[in-house]
């Protein structure tokens, strides 16, 4: 593994967070581009900054948190999806003892998970469908549509936790675990 000098640790950049603040709701000003995002999270001092071509699981954090319009990610989330394997892996280069990413391999993955973003009214939309439709078939006894709304909303991209989060359990006044989703309506997605 070749390791590269560490050249400090890069400050938080208060003034830099504000100048490009998070991705706000539809209706607002476009998303920036991915890779402007990225020349973002790389900006700085030479000196406090990792290789060229390379990022740290802090910048990725960053981006990240620009391209979904969370306030702020943290690094240890980076680390943990890495290790997860739910992003690349990390290059065989060290900064320091910090792990390296290579730019263009996050920059591909970071407009992936753009184009699988789902904005936060849409699924609070969704959600309340899923909450009418559910207690429709409480009501009936008739679960078919409740499934068929779940597969629709799992195909539009809202994760199991979104789901559960609007449904409740089949007879109980709870919402389930992501798992009991994953079980229950796993054969119909």
Do not use: C
């Not at 830099?16 to 476009?30: F, Q, S, V």
């Not at 199991?160 to 675990?177: C, E, N, T, Y």
């Amino acid at each position: 593994m070749t390791r590269i000098p560490d050249r400090g640790v890069p400050p938080i950049d208060r003034a830099r967070e504000a100048e490009n603040p998070p991705i706000r709701e539809p209706g607002l000003p476009d998303a920036p581009d991915v890779a402007q995002v990225v020349a973002d999270a790389t900006r700085g001092s030479r000196a406090q900054q990792p290789p060229e071509g390379y990022m740290t699981a802090e910048m990725i954090a960053s981006a990240l948190a620009r391209v979904t319009g969370k306030r702020a990610i943290p690094a240890s989330t980076i680390r943990g999806m890495a290790s997860r394997e739910q992003l690349p892996a990390p290059s065989e280069h060290k900064w320091g003892r910090r792990n390296l990413w290579a730019t263009d391999e996050i920059e591909r993955w970071l407009r992936e998970r753009e184009s699988r973003h789902v904005p936060r009214a849409t699924v609070r939309q969704i959600q309340r469908r899923l909450t009418a439709i559910d207690e429709q078939s409480r009501a009936s006894g008739n679960d078919a549509r409740l499934k068929q709304a779940v597969r629709s909303a799992y195909r539009r991209g809202l994760s199991f936790q979104q789901i559960a989060d609007a449904i409740l359990v089949k007879r109980g006044d709870r919402h389930p675990s992501r798992e009991a989703v994953r079980l229950r309506f796993g054969p119909y997605l």
